[in-house]
Structure formats: structure tokens, C-alpha cells
């Protein structure tokens, strides 16, 4: 059973910064790739970064690209979400998500590509 356990969100004020972190465990091997998505009230899931575990490629959402850095401890089995220059409208529940398989086989960003999820955790930003 893979356990990911988020943490480092917050209240910020527009133009702040905050690092969420997440760790994995209960993983021998880590799956092809990790990520982060996030969920506003009464909004959809949607993805913003995704790292592929091994070889470090990183994916983003067009909203948060150049705001946003994905990134991830190897040893630790921690990935983590630089998030700088906040906005109003990135207030939301953030969660990590570990890929499905060990290779690639479906998109990256799809909810569905992923099958164990966080907890999630509330980043709050005020403008």
C-alpha cells in the first residue's frame, strides 16, 4: 500500500511563495512518474506539474509555468512544488499523485493516470 503524505501549505498574500511537499512511502520501486494536481471549490481537478521519477523530465500546466517548479529528493521518495509569484485564483486543495505504472503508458496529465493520491492540502491565497 503506497501511502503520500502532503504538506506546506497555507495563507499567503498574492506574490508570496510556498513549498508543499510530499512524501511516499510503502513503494519498493517508485512508478515512472509523480505529480501534483489541484482542486478549487466547484472546480474540477486539474493538473499543474508532473515529474517523471527516474530521468527528472518535468511537465506543466500553461497557468502556472514559469511560477512553479517541480522537483524531487530521490533518496527521500519526497517530491516537492516551488510555488512563487502566488495568485488569488491558485487558491485551492493541492494533492500529490503517484503514477500508475513504471513506464510511460498514458498521459501524464490525467487524473486518471494516477492511482494513489494525498490527502491534499489547502493553499490559500488573498489578494
Known amino acids: 500500500q503506497v501511502q503520500l503524505v502532503e504538506s506546506g501549505g497555507g495563507l499567503v498574500q498574492a506574490g508570496g511563495s510556498l513549498r508543499l511537499s510530499c512524501a511516499a512511502s510503502?513503494?519498493?520501486?517508485?512508478?515512472?512518474?509523480m505529480g501534483w494536481f489541484r482542486q478549487a471549490p466547484g472546480k474540477e481537478r486539474e493538473f499543474v506539474a508532473a515529474?517523471?521519477?527516474?530521468?527528472?523530465?518535468?511537465y506543466y500546466a500553461e497557468s502556472v509555468k514559469g511560477r512553479f517548479t517541480i522537483s524531487r529528493d530521490k533518496v527521500k521518495n519526497t517530491l516537492y512544488l516551488q510555488m512563487t509569484n502566488l495568485k488569488p485564483e491558485d487558491t485551492a486543495v493541492y494533492y500529490c499523485?503517484?503514477?500508475?505504472?513504471?513506464?510511460?503508458?498514458?498521459?501524464?496529465?490525467?487524473?486518471?493516470?494516477?492511482?494513489?493520491w494525498g490527502q491534499g492540502t489547502q493553499v490559500t491565497v488573498s489578494s
Open positions: 510503502g513503494r519498493t520501486l517508485m512508478s515512472y512518474a
Open positions: 515529474m517523471t521519477w527516474n530521468v527528472g523530465l518535468t
Open positions: 499523485a503517484s503514477y500508475r505504472t513504471y513506464v510511460f503508458s498514458t498521459s501524464l496529465t490525467a487524473a486518471g493516470s494516477y492511482d494513489y
